[in-house]
Each structure stands twice: as C-alpha cells, then as structure tokens.
C-alpha cells in the first residue's frame, strides 16, 4: 500500500464526510391555524473538496412531513463568508446553519422525535432530533389596542430568526421568535407628519405592559433615542449613521426591561423611552402592570417594540423560547378581525389586543 494521501472526497468510509448538530430542540407552537416545529442544524464539511447539497427530508417515524431541494433548500441554508453564490455549496471545511420549519395540521399528533436526511449527491447523512413535550408558556399581551404590526415575527424568512450572535465563544439566537410590534394608522402608515420625529409614529410612547406575573431581573435606561429611518438615508455620507450612540452589547438593546417569569423563561423588552420606565430590579410585577412606554432607542430605525422570551437573563447571549398570547385578535380582511387564542402571531399578521 501507498503511504500517500487517498484523493479528497466528500465521502468516508464512513459515509458522508459531514458532522451535524442541532443545538436547540424544537418546541411545538400553534400559529396561523396551524402547528409549527422550528430548529437549526448546524452543518460542517469534514471533507476535503465543496460539499453540495442537493435535499433534505424531514421525517416522523418514517412520515415526511417536510422537503427541500434547489432553491428553496438554499433558501433555508446560511453561511457566514462573503460572496456565496449558492448556498447548498459549502467548502472544504466550511460550516453553514439549516434552518428547519416544519408546519403540520394542528391537529395531528406532535412528533417525540424528528429525523432529518440530508442529501449530497448520491449519498445520504440522517441525525435525529427530540421535540420538547411540552406547550409553550402561554402569556398575556405586550401592547393595548391596535392595529399592531408584528413585524419580523414567527416565520423562517423573518430577520430575527436568522439572527445568530456569538457572545462570550458561543452561538445564540435569542430573537429566534423575536416579534417588533409597530403601530399602524388607518392607512396602513406608521406615522403621520414629520418621519424624522418620533412625535410622529402612531406607536410611540404607547404603554407597554408585563405579559405576566413575575419580577424584574434587569433594566437599562438612559440611551438617547435615534432620529427615525427616512428620506435622509438618500442624503448621508459615509460613515454617517443615524444611530445616537454606538452599537455594543450594552446599547444594542436600548432602554430595556428583562422580567424574570419563573422556570428560566425571560422577557425581554427593547428600545423603549428613556427616563420611562417605571420598574427597577427586584420589583415584583403582575400581568398587564405599565413597565414602560415604547420608543425608538439602541438598535432601532424607528419607534417600535422589540419583544422575545429567552431562557435566560441577557437581551442576547440566550436561547429564544416560542410563547402563545392567550386572547388576541387578527385582521383577516379590512376592517375584519377574527378571535385567536393561545396562539403565536406569525410574520406580518395584523394584531389587536384588548384595550384594558
């Protein structure tokens, strides 16, 4: 035999020369009518040539109940270096997050585990992954009133989803169910009058209230608010930015709340008025108590509400929790709203909560 290296390849003896972990299991949520399993594989190419992939399965004992392949398997890969031009396409070595999204009817059974088979070229790799067995924490609304924007909400294109932050030499995606909620007008518009004016957004200073008992872990206050997105991005000149202060962990989530609700679950309340908050730590709170007003500070472009639960106590060196809202209500057609309960708003819904 020849002491000479064998030909790089993406197979091994073994199989597929890939390593994949899925770091955070799924929990089941219900949402738009419908049940929902979020969870990420990360994906490594142990192998010394580019790693293809050409499909992924989603399996429940032997059921497929989810597939990707070409672009819309792209579409739910990520990768972190600059010019990709395929996203399915990882290099020798390289590593790249799958971000799985499985709907099934609400009715059906919930999985106790989930198989994934990925495809490369002729030869599969399958690992397996347990559902949490139980319901997300059911919680009381953020906001009064409506008509509210969850902008960014549940869904796998949403910002938010896609947000992994290293901190401290590990990888988290607090916001994994992060929603912003912004305030629209009659028309549909977030403000009236001036855009550069935080006077002007029909959101700003709305009270936001604690989604239930519980007690304050953490607060930020003191960060200046920022001149909302406008016209005036066309005008800037390099460098400039429309930020007030500059982004670091300790300002990235503006002015903030952090509830503590018990059974390491957290909430989280972002860019919210300076000088407004009516909370300090160690204070208890009770469900739909005023703990601030909502704002446009830290990283912002306009008045808004950022809002996530996490299982624990930092705006982002945490895992993102799935939570339902237990009486709310969505706009189905102009002027139509339709009763929800114990559910989870999905990207773009329309919401209206009760005014007291």
Same mark, same amino acid.
């Given at each position: ?20 972990? #899925? ?60 010019? #990709? ?130 007690? #304050? ?133 329309? #919401? ?5």
């Amino acid at each position: 035999m020849s002491p000479s290296q064998p030909e790089p390849n993406v197979y091994s003896l073994l199989g597929v020369a890939a390593d994949m972990a #899925v770091p955070v299991a799924p929990m089941p949520f219900a949402g738009a009518g419908e049940q929902h399993l979020a969870y990420e594989i990360h994906l490594r190419n142990h192998s010394g040539v580019e790693m293809l992939l050409t499909g992924l399965e989603v399996l429940d004992d032997g059921t497929t109940l989810a597939g990707w392949e070409g672009a819309d398997l792209s579409a739910i890969v990520a990768q972190r270096r600059p010019d #990709v031009t395929d996203n399915r396409a990882i290099p020798p070595g390289g590593w790249a997050i799958v971000h799985v999204w499985v709907t099934t009817d609400l009715a059906a059974p919930v999985p106790t585990v989930l198989r994934h088979r990925l495809t490369v070229g002729d030869r599969t790799v399958e690992g397996t992954v347990p559902v949490v067995a139980e319901n997300p924490m059911a919680i009381g609304p953020p906001l009064r009133g409506g008509d509210w924007l969850a902008a960014n909400g549940f869904g796998n294109n949403a910002a938010h989803r896609r947000a992994v932050v290293p901190i401290g030499g590990q990888a988290f995606i607090a916001q994994r169910y992060a929603i912003d909620w912004a305030r629209l007008g009659r028309d549909g518009r977030l403000f009236e009058g001036d855009p550069e004016d935080n006077g002007s957004y029909f959101g700003y200073g709305a009270e936001v209230l604690a989604v239930a008992d519980g007690f #304050v872990i953490s607060v930020k206050d003191g960060i200046p608010e920022n001149v909302p997105r406008s016209r005036r991005l066309r005008e800037m000149t390099e460098g400039e930015t429309l930020r007030a202060v500059p982004m670091t962990l300790e300002t990235i989530g503006g002015n903030y709340v952090i509830l503590d609700l018990g059974e390491s679950r957290y909430a989280f309340y972002g860019h919210l008025v300076p000088g407004s908050l009516r909370v300090k730590p160690e204070d208890r709170v009770s469900r739909g108590e005023v703990i601030g007003r909502l704002g446009n500070s830290g990283n912002s472009t306009g008045p808004h509400l950022h809002f996530h639960l996490s299982d624990r106590n930092h705006p982002l060196a945490a895992e993102g929790l799935p939570y339902a809202i237990d009486s709310w209500e969505s706009m189905r057609a102009p002027d139509r709203w339709e009763r929800r309960t114990n559910e989870s708003p999905m990207q773009g819904a329309r #919401v209206r909560f009760p005014r007291s």
